[in-house]
């Protein structure tokens, strides 16, 4: 492994937890994971030890986070506590703070309507299934509205102000 | 008892028909369900808990206040807007600073977190608090005679310390009791603890190994158990395993995967009496099988 260029201080920056240096490198957290049978597969324990040796440039260009399931099985299993979990997602908003290619599209869409999906449209289906009409924000102008403007205040939609329509 | 009833987005865009099942079933069981008007994404992991804590916990309080100013818990179908609101809510609880920040952040919007409203899984509720004696007590039709298998949802058994109910999450035993409730009989299969893969970037990532990894579950389900179902509580268990099923079909060139999927609450709600075309009528994997031997 090349160390030249490692920054020694960068778990900081992605992964402020003193738990993270307890990672023994046992890989219990892979061999329960759904995305660790992906290609390129998740292996958690080397993302661990990449933040820790401070491998920036690797780390920036490793999709392998965004193919986590979120089932947590690793959290609940890593016998020292690193929550590789935790850990997974800090990865990805430090990601998305240093390139806003990794933004994800859902947060447009959550921002817009406030759903990942079109709820509350399919009226006629809903009907006919005896259901009642849904008060949902999207319905709702002003709550919408301050939705929006309490996600404006957080870091990487100001940051990326222009992905949301302004 | 009441409880906030939170949708998260693809329940009533999607499958209504769940939606409809427990609206229909919680009441008969003495759980009176109110909406949760206003709510947006949970939000889900993929999202905001991927870009930052501050938009991330910012969105679940909005969620969570909501309940709190009806003064209910809330209780949840989807296992990740359940894990969401869940690690959200305890995010907020045990970080006074993240709760400030939180309540900065909602201040403008009329809204406040407190951390007064549980967050709580339907089949927890189901399993907890109303309790498979009294299911069993008040079903008017019954699953006898058919074999079952449960998919327990990960995001309601991991981390334990954060979104546990069971009394051990390696050995759950909840979904099993809930559906030996309604009279069916649950084979148990070596895999019946994988998770479905579904949730998250692995399916949109590495598709093939996503297939694969399912594929390996229904393979034990086939070679191990009888089943003449699927009962999940988790509405992306619920799609993935039946477009799945599909998927794999069409691979090996027969119809060899077609085990029928069921949400609980819509077994619980046919076997309560109420009709199959309004709780459970939309799906890819025919389930006349199951529905015309209930009875
Ligand atoms: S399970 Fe925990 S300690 Fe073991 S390798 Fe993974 S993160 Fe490190
Ligand atoms: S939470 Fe993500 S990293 Fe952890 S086991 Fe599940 S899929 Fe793997
Ligand atoms: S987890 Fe999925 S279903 Fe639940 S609210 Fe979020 S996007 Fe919607
Ligand atoms: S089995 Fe898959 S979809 Fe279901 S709860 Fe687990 S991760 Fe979510």
């Not at chain 1, 993302?47 to 780390?59: D, F, N, P, Q, S």
């Given at each position: ?6 920054i ?33 597969p ?22 392998t ?50 759903y ?7 009226t006629?289906?809903?009907d ?6 849904l ?32 | ?17 769940v ?25 889900a ?26 003064g ?8 990740s807007?359940?894990?969401?609101l869940?690690?959200?809510r ?12 939180v ?42 005679g ?18 546990g ?18 009279g ?18 692995f ?5 093939e ?16 158990t ?16 039946e ?8 691979r ?12 609980y ?11 199959a ?13 199951v ?5």
């Open positions: 492994m090349d160390l030249k260029g490692s020694p201080d960068l778990w900081k920056a992605i992964y402020n937890t003193g738990d993270l240096h307890h990672c023994f490198n046992c890989s219990t957290c892979i061999s329960g994971c759904p995305a660790s049978f992906g290609d390129p998740l292996l958690v324990r080397n993302l661990a030890r990449k933040v820790i040796l401070g491998l920036e440039e690797e780390l920036l260009n490793d999709d986070p965004w193919a986590c399931v979120s089932c947590s099985k690793c959290e609940e299993m890593c016998p020292m506590d690193v929550k590789p979990f935790e850990m997974i997602l800090s990865i990805r908003q430090w990601q998305s703070a240093n390139d806003e290619t990794r933004v994800p599209p859902s947060i447009v869409e959550i921002y817009k309507r406030g990942t999906q079109a709820v509350g449209v399919n006629e289906l809903r006919s299934l005896g259901l009642p009409e008060m949902t924000i999207t319905k709702n102008p002003e709550q919408l509205q301050m939705f929006r403007e309490m996600l404006m205040k957080t870091p990487v939609v100001s940051a990326n102000d222009y992905m949301f329509g302004g | 008892m009441e409880l906030c009833l939170f949708l998260g987005c693809n329940t009533p865009a999607i499958r209504p028909d939606e409809r099942a427990i609206r229909a079933s919680m009441p008969v069981l003495g759980i009176d369900l109110v909406d949760a008007d206003n709510y947006v994404c949970c939000p992991f993929g999202a905001f808990p991927s870009t930052d804590t501050d938009s991330w916990l910012a969105t679940s309080g909005w969620n969570l206040s909501i309940a709190e100013q009806k209910c818990d809330i209780v949840v179908q989807c296992g807007c359940y894990s969401s869940r690690m959200g305890e995010h907020i609880m045990h970080h006074p600073d993240k709760k400030d920040r309540n900065e952040l909602l201040e403008p919007t009329g809204r406040r977190v407190e951390g007064t409203s549980k967050v709580r899984h339907v089949s927890e509720v189901l399993y907890k608090e109303i309790g498979p004696e009294t299911i069993a007590g008040q079903i008017k039709k019954s699953l006898k058919m074999n079952g298998v449960v998919q327990y949802p990960c995001h309601t058994l991991f981390p334990s310390e954060v979104v109910f069971e009394d051990s999450a390696r050995a759950p035993k909840g979904m099993r009791q809930l559906v030996e409730a309604l069916a009989n649950v084979n148990s299969y070596s895999r019946e603890l994988q998770c479905c893969g579904g949730a998250g970037g399916m949109k990532s590495t598709p190994q996503a297939i694969e990894f399912a594929k390996s579950k229904f393979d034990a389900i086939l070679a191990e009888q089943t003449d179902f699927i009962a999940v509580s988790c509405i992306t268990c619920l799609m993935h395993m477009n799945v099923q599909n998927t794999l079909n069409k090996v060139g027969e119809e060899r995967y077609k085990i029928p999927v069921f949400d609450n819509q077994l619980l709600a046919l076997c309560l009496g109420f009709e075309k309004q709780v459970a009528s939309i799906t890819n994997v025919s389930r006349d099988s529905l015309s031997r209930i009875a």
